[in-house]
């Protein structure tokens, strides 16, 4: 994997060169090219989804006179080094963020974490390395209609974290406005920006001082630039690290909530080297699909899975229908470590 820092964009040749010779050396590196003649100068513009080629490789082909790259835009990112979550290296195993998209009593909470602590247990009983399993739960919800459920506040944030410390999970959750900033980072070993909020930039800035790596879903329609460039900001304002969350782009059928882009998770780890994972719970809306794409997510290169848990979905006030049970959660134990051999072995 090379880390594209910056982008070949056009290759000069010298006054000798021959360039069919040079162009057939550069195409075996993966560049597609075309021709280019500026006055006296000759040689080739490099074309989208060209492989990325270091400069260095390129200057060492006979022929080659010159090479102008554009930098990245996104540098902090680029470089950004492996990310701990309570001392758990995020790629070091697979990872399952698991709970309920909102916290709704806590009497909700404990329940769900002991089936999620149950299944915890299988992981170090699966033939894969031992996998981290991080707690999630909306105490503040965006939501589309005013009138919905926006869920608990600092009430729920309490019981993440009580509920978290009993059964050793690290506990991550949403952060909608900058104003809650600090008030959830108290809580919170890990603040989520939600899809919606990707390019809230204050509110980027600000969680990336809170000291609490960030969890950055994308939001839907965005380009993957858009996405890394958002993650630059809060890096900027000192974030110790964005981990990045596909969570399905706009699709136009009705069998699925959204279109789950697992071509993006493939983009942000083999040319980025980036911290990845996948929520097929909001990518499909629906809980038979969701152990079958834990196991594509992974194998697409993802690090791991955000997935909706409820112990009783058909209560839910938000996302039942995605919500998956006790029974799915063994299946996507098993999923997961299937998708991972996939990628690394
Ligand atoms: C969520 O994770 O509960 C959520 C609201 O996700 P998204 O921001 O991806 O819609
Ligand atoms: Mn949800």
Request: with cysteine.
């Amino acid at each position: 994997m090379k880390k594209p820092f910056e982008t070949v964009r056009v290759i000069t040749l010298r006054a000798n060169a021959e360039p069919e010779a040079v162009s057939a050396q550069l195409q075996k590196l993966g560049l597609w090219l075309e021709p280019l003649q500026s006055g006296s100068e000759r040689g080739f513009l490099v074309l989208e989804h060209s492989l990325p080629v270091l400069p260095h490789e390129i200057l060492e082909i006979p022929g080659v006179s010159q090479v102008f790259t554009r930098p990245s835009e996104h540098p902090l990112c680029d470089r950004q080094e492996p990310i701990s979550i309570n001392g758990f290296e995020l790629g070091s195993a697979p990872c399952l963020i698991v709970g309920p998209c909102a916290v709704e009593s806590k009497e909700q909470l404990e329940r769900a974490a002991e089936n999620i602590a149950a299944v915890k247990s299988l992981f170090s009983h699966d033939t894969a390395k031992f996998g981290q399993v991080i707690l999630r739960g909306g105490a503040f919800k965006p939501r589309t209609s005013p009138y919905s459920f926006a869920g608990l506040g600092e009430k729920a944030l309490s019981w993440l974290k009580e509920v978290g410390e009993k059964h050793q999970f690290a506990v991550v959750t949403e952060v909608v406005s900058e104003l809650n900033v600090k008030l959830v980072a108290d809580y919170a070993d890990m603040l989520q920006i939600g899809a919606r909020n990707m390019q809230n930039f204050a509110l980027l800035r600000a969680a990336g001082k809170a000291g609490r790596p960030l969890l950055l879903k994308r939001l839907p329609g965005s380009k993957i630039e858009d996405w890394l460039l958002a993650a630059e900001h809060a890096l900027c304002a000192g974030s110790p690290g964005v981990v990045f969350c596909e969570r399905g782009q706009s699709g136009s059928d009705p069998h699925t909530r959204n279109l789950l882009d697992l071509a993006a998770v493939a983009v942000l780890k083999e040319l980025y080297g980036l911290p990845v994972l996948v929520d097929p719970s909001h990518g499909v809306g629906r809980r038979d699909l969701i152990p079958k794409l834990c196991a594509a997510a992974c194998a697409a290169g993802a690090d791991g899975v955000m997935i909706e848990y409820h112990p009783t979905p058909e209560t839910a006030q938000s996302d039942g229908a995605q919500s998956v049970t006790k029974e799915d959660l063994r299946k996507i134990v098993t999923a997961l470590s299937r998708g991972w051999a996939c990628a690394h072995d």
